[in-house]
T-cell receptor, first 113, second 112 residues
Framework: DAGITQSPRHKVTETGTPVTLRCHQT?????MYWYRQDPGHGLRLIHY???????DKGEVSDGYSVSRSKTEDFLLTLESATSSQTSVYFC????????????FGQGTRLTVV | SQQGEEDPQALSIQEGENATMNCSYK?????LQWYRQNSGRGLVHLIL?????REKHSGRLRVTLDTSKKSSSLLITASRAADTASYFC????????????FGKGITLSVRP
């Protein structure tokens, strides 16, 4: 398995609190992604990064921010969690060149109460 | 709306039959990829086809790409119960720094 770790794996938090999810990779891949998965919506891209300190918005970026200060870590922050952000969050990494396929973490189940 | 849309949303077949899944997308792509997700797990890459390719094979998988119609199909031959999973297509959008977007997925059930 590709070296990609998400933490925490499960979290319950209260509405209005900030939450940070961490994605850590040991593959030195250039690209990192954050997705959320909800029934009926498949995977939706929140933010992605194409290098250290280089990030861009995805389809559902409102209410989320990201940071990538080093190659191996990509942080997703919910500034003020809402119940609509209850979801399963997946991080993914990919490289360039001949094998650009993405590798996924195991997911973080976040519940906002 | 999402870049990729799979069709059908759900598919139920008998073991040994072939399963065909389709994906349509909206904008120019560098490549199109198919992934599988078993219940409660992360996605696993199955096969990738580049924009200048029309067909690729990998084991029991065959994928086609028609860039003029902005569509792709995934064929799983001689299906097995273990193929039961959700399948997603993903597109690497041209000129977007490897922005990888997914569709809503197809739920495949293979009956023993």
């Amino acid at each position: 398995d590709a070296g990609i770790t998400q933490s925490p794996r499960h979290k319950v938090t209260e509405t209005g609190t900030p939450v940070t999810l961490r994605c850590h990779q040991t593959e030195n891949h250039r690209y990192m992604y954050w997705y959320r998965q909800d029934p009926g919506h498949g995977l939706r891209l929140i933010h992605y990064s194409y290098g250290v300190k280089d990030t861009d918005k995805g389809e559902v970026s409102d209410g989320y921010s990201v940071s990538r200060s080093k190659t191996e870590d990509f942080l997703l922050t919910l500034e003020s969690a809402t119940s609509s952000q209850t979801s399963v969050y997946f991080c993914a990494i990919s490289s360039t060149g001949a094998f650009p396929e993405a590798f996924f973490g195991q997911g973080t189940r976040l519940t906002v109460v | 709306s999402q870049q990729g849309e799979e069709d059908p949303q759900a598919l139920s077949i008998q073991e040994g039959e072939n399963a065909t899944m389709n994906c349509s997308y909206k904008t120019s792509i560098n490549n199109l990829q198919w992934y599988r997700q078993n219940s409660g797990r992360g996605l696993v890459h199955l096969i990738l086809i580049r924009s200048n390719e029309r067909e690729k094979h990998s084991g029991r998988l065959r994928v086609t790409l028609d860039t003029s119609k902005k569509s792709s199909s995934l064929l799983i031959t001689a299906s097995r119960a273990a193929d039961t999973a959700s399948y997603f297509c993903a597109t690497d959008v041209t000129g977007a720094n490897s922005k990888l977007t997914f569709g809503k997925g197809i739920t495949l059930s293979v009956r023993p």
